[in-house]
């Protein structure tokens, strides 16, 4: 964990109470996810409970207390894909990649989320991996998905 | 006005559409490509390439549109770029392959408005869509942009603009359907405590996960918002405004920062807007990723940077809001329709939709439909327009079921009712409500029980666990629902899924609670033989749920029409499917994990799925 960012992070909103929400959500798009170290720092330089700080970053879905893979894939589990086969996407990547949704594979290259609607229903059912999306997908296009990003 | 003469400078202006939907599908590389060419071909200084925000048309993205004249071009790529330059902007000949034809008939169709996604529609709040730039705010301005607020503020008196929107009859576009000048007023009257100021809020949570309409008018044409809420903050007598966006959507983040920053560059948002002495700025929050927190009293709690949890009201928002002052909140498509109601007047949008909605509502349409995309329609149109007209029908010739409006809140809207007039009441009296604006369209390949299960895991999920019929009744729920799924429910199962709805509609703390069950009430009401037929014979008719299909291949069919191809065994999953090429292919029950891939990839309809 980079430090100084974290405290940058933290100087940009002048220890604002109000502003935890918005400063766990930097450090989230910071570190791709929420380093205990870091929580901890913040509920120090904050001044706000290490409870309070822990309930607010498990009940938002935006935060994660894990490291996610450096491919991460998010399946979108949004009704327009629920209805055009997301959950057999979603099998299928989970058997390709032997894991189970929420998890990062070993190696560390891919981890496997859902999300909900990430608008373009027009292509569903999609996934993003990264900040790309592939759409329109069925189960035989993912193995070449993959391996756009596998080396 | 200066846009004016740079806007002659260029023959040829090309809207190239920079919505979600369509940057997915490589928009930005067109755009490129776009340039490139016209560059090569000595066009610069007679074509203009424009970045819009999304055009509606998603399904057949990316999109290209040519002013003047509105030539409606789809589904490019980068390789038709150098054709496409060099015949229509250096010849002057349209390219008619690029155009879009529709699926029934293969003519096509160069006029944007000759087509029918488009006829139907009537533009309000998506006044701008595919015309401007929306991180110019010079170009929303060349459009009439801004002068509802100038009225506003220099010419009428705040109890004016209040009428005004109290006339209209606009009600709000967040779900509840609340009459937008009646809650004004209750703002309007209510006093701030301890010296503090009154607030105004635009959520833009939109929490329905399959629809995206707030998202569309946030990315396309921000400043819409913006001068809604300036001309709301003088009739209610706010000082501070809030747009809070959902977590998910950075790109409708990153024009609205841009927009807000130009509003105040203009001296149209700030201290002492267009002199007229009224003070008002707006800040962005963004959502952190829970549905709840789209409902307005989660909305405030998470604004001031606690768990985004419902409370009981009263008070409402408007007398107990943000900070403990009063409140407004609205939804970003009822802001977006507020300056072209004091621009246009009251009467004119009166007459708009049917005897109590009024105006018009913008609907994500989607699901097993044609023209997958975002639609603005006058209220009190059918849904049979929208799906057959407008949507252009369901692909591949398969048979309409239902329609679900409202998310997870509303409900299913079946076949025999698509004559229903689009308004809030007649959804109610269906079972189902407006909502935010999600319109997913299901066939006879969607399974309702499917459905509601869905639903139902979804609000189970975001239930935020603070009361127990939520939290505990819609997980017993859900479990009745996968048991039935999964072929093992029972006949009391259904009487048992009744009585808990009942209740959980009773006894909830929110909107999020009292509506949980709606999904699965309209489809019992409508659709009870599909969970009997998931009971009784085991079965799940439109064969979604993996359990109760079992796959067998037409060994005649595989070996006498398919030769034998072997497809279906190479992709198989588990190692299910035995044979060799040229001869016939079976599962092996026990090992097959009922993917269904076998059934998509046979070209010759061997595989059979009962
Ligand atoms: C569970 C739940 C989720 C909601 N989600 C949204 C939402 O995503 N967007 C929205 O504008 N309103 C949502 N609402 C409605 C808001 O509470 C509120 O009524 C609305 O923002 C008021 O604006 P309007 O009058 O302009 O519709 C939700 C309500 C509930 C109960
Ligand atoms: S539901 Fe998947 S993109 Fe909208
Ligand atoms: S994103 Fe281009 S039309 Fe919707």
């Given amino acids: 964990m980079n430090e100084e960012r974290l405290t940058e992070i933290l100087g940009k909103y002048e220890a604002d109470q109000s502003a935890i929400i918005a400063v766990l959500q930097d450090i989230q798009a910071e570190f791709g996810y929420l380093p205990k170290d870091a929580i901890l720092t913040v509920s120090k330089e904050m001044n706000i409970p290490l409870s ?88 035989t296009k993912i193995p070449g998905v993959l391996k756009k990003y596998q080396k | 006005m200066e846009e004016q003469t740079s806007e002659k400078t260029y023959r040829i202006h090309l809207m190239v559409c920079a919505g979600t939907g369509c940057v997915s599908n490589n928009s930005f590389a067109v755009k490129d490509a776009l340039k490139e060419e016209i560059k090569k071909q000595g066009l610069e200084n007679e074509v203009l390439v424009v970045t819009t925000g999304c055009n509606g048309f998603c399904e057949r993205g990316p999109l290209l549109v040519v002013e003047p004249g509105k030539i409606f071009y ?58 401007i730039d929306p991180e110019k705010i010079d170009e929303y301005i060349a459009r009439d942009g801004y002068t509802g607020m100038a009225k506003a503020l220099t010419e009428m008196t705040a109890e004016e603009v209040l009428e005004e ?62 001068e809604g809420m300036v001309i709301g903050a003088k009739a209610i007598g706010a000082q501070q405004g809030i747009v809070y966006v959902r977590n998910e959507y950075p790109l409708a983040l990153k024009r609205l920062n841009i927009a807000l920053d130009a509003a105040r560059e203009y001296g149209l948002l700030g201290e002492n807007i267009l002199d007229s002495g009224f003070d008002f700025d707006i800040k962005v929050t963004r959502g952190a990723g829970a549905f709840v927190c789209g409902e307005e009293t989660a909305l405030l709690a998470s604004i001031e940077g606690r768990l985004g949890e419902p409370r009981p009201r009263p008070p409402f928002p408007a007398e107990k809001g943000l900070w403990g002052q009063p409140t407004c909140v609205n939804n970003v498509e009822t802001w977006a329709n507020i300056p072209v109601i004091i621009n246009r007047g009251a009467d004119w949008y009166h007459s708009i939709g049917t005897e109590t909605s009024k105006g018009t509502k913008v609907f994500s349409l989607v699901g097993k439909i044609n023209n997958t995309g975002l639609v603005e329609v006058p209220m009190g149109i059918s849904l049979k327009e929208i799906v057959y007209d407008i ?109 808990l709805a009942q209740s959980i509609k009773d006894s909830a703390l929110c909107g999020l609670g009292n509506t949980a069950p709606n999904p699965v009430l309209t489809t019992l009401k409508y659709f009870r033989e599909e969970y009997e037929a998931h009971i009784k014979d085991k ?72």
């Fill in chain 1, 52 to 139: 309070r700080v822990l309930s607010l970053a498990t009940f938002f879905n935006a935060f994660s207390m894990e490291p996610k893979g450096r491919h991460p894939i998010n399946v979108c589990v949004g009704t327009a894909c629920h209805v055009r086969g997301a959950q057999l996407i979603l099998e299928k990547l989970e058997r390709e990649l032997s894991i189970s949704s929420g998890d990062t594979t070993q190696d560390g290259d891919f981890s496997l989320d859902e999300v909900r609607c990430v608008g373009c229903c027009g292509l569903a059912p999609v996934i993003m991996v990264g900040d790309e999306f592939h759409g329109k997908l069925t189960q």
């Fill in chain 2, 391 to 499: 949507g252009g029908g369901i692909p591949g010739g398969k048979e309409f079921k239902a329609v679900q409006t409202g998310g997870p809140s509303g409900g299913c809207i079946p076949k025999e009712k698509i004559d229903l007039p689009i308004d809030y009441e007649s959804l109610s009296e269906a079972g189902s409500m407006m909502g935010s604006g999600g319109m997913v369209v299901m066939d006879e390949e969607t399974c309702m029980v499917d459905v509601a299960r869905y639903f139902l895991s979804f609000t189970q999920d975001e239930s935020c666990g603070k009361c127990t019929p939520c939290r505990e009744g819609t997980k017993e729920m859900l479990n009745i629902l996968t048991k039935i799924t999964e072929g093992k429910g029972t006949e009391e199962d259904l009487t048992l899924l009744l009585e």
């Fill in chain 2, 539 to 610: 079965k799940c008719p439109a064969h979604v749920c993996r359990e109760l299909n079992t796959y067998t291949i037409d060994e005649v069919a595989c070996v006498n029409v398919g030769k034998g191809c072997d497809m279906c065994r190479r992709n198989c999953a588990s190692d299910a499917i035995v044979g060799e090429k040229g001869k016939a292919h079976t599962v092996i029950q026990d090992k097959c994990i009922k993917c269904g891939v076998c059934y998509d990839v046979c070209r010759f309809g061997a595989v059979k799925v009962d």
């Fill in chain 2, 74 to 131: 789809q589904q490019l790529t980068i390789k038709d770029i150098p054709h496409l330059v060099e015949e229509h902007f250096l010849k002057g000949r349209p390219v008619e392959k690029l155009m879009y034809s529709p699926p029934e008939d293969k003519t096509p169709i160069p006029v944007l408005n000759d087509i029918a996604f488009f006829k139907g529609q009537v533009l309000i709040a998506l006044r701008n869509r595919g015309l």
């Fill in chain 2, 165 to 226: 929107v109290k006339q209209s009859g606009l009600r709000g576009r967040g779900g509840g359907g609340f009459p937008t000048g009646l809650k004004w007023e209750f703002v309007r009257r209510a006093s701030t405590n301890n010296g503090g100021i009154k607030y105004i809020v635009c959520n833009g949570d939109e929490g329905d996960p399959g629809a995206f309409m707030d998202r569309s008018l946030l990315e396309a044409d921000p400043h819409s918002v913006i």
